[in-house]
């Protein structure tokens, strides 16, 4: 499956972004999503998860709260909705699909290529 996250700007702080990941080449629906971000001189982080159907979500204790993960089988397309963005959200932020509901970073077979959210302070 090939996916294409966007969506990214510059906001300011406590403001909102929504993200969306797009994906194409196989069944959208038979994997579940994730959305994970990578600050500079950082590892990459998980930030949110979804399951094929929408039903079960995963957040980080960091974005719990203020963000929220969502999906559209229609469209074939997951969303992150970041409300009360902080300076430390800041990172490129990528998309990932796989078979199974994870928020490990290495069970992700397939991964897009990242949106860049940049907040002021």
């Known amino acids: 499956v090939q996916l294409q996250a966007f969506g990214g700007g510059l906001v300011q702080a406590g403001g909102s972004l929504r993200l969306s990941c797009a994906a194409s080449?196989?069944?959208?629906?038979?994997?579940?999503m994730g959305w994970f971000r990578q600050a500079p001189g950082k590892e990459r982080e998980f930030v949110a998860a979804?399951?094929?159907?929408?039903?079960?979500?995963y957040y980080s204790a960091s974005v719990k709260g203020r963000f929220t993960i969502s999906r559209d089988n229609s469209k074939n397309t997951v969303y992150l909705q970041m409300n009360s963005l902080k300076p430390e959200d800041t990172a490129v932020y990528y998309c990932?699909?796989?078979?199974?509901?994870?928020?490990?970073?290495?069970?992700?077979?397939?991964w897009g290529r990242g949106t860049q959210v940049t907040v002021s302070s």
């Open positions: 979804i399951g094929l159907t929408g039903g079960s979500t």
């Open positions: 990932a699909a796989d078979g199974t509901l994870s928020w490990r970073r290495d069970d992700y077979d397939y």
């Open positions: 080449g196989r069944t959208f629906s038979r994997y579940a």
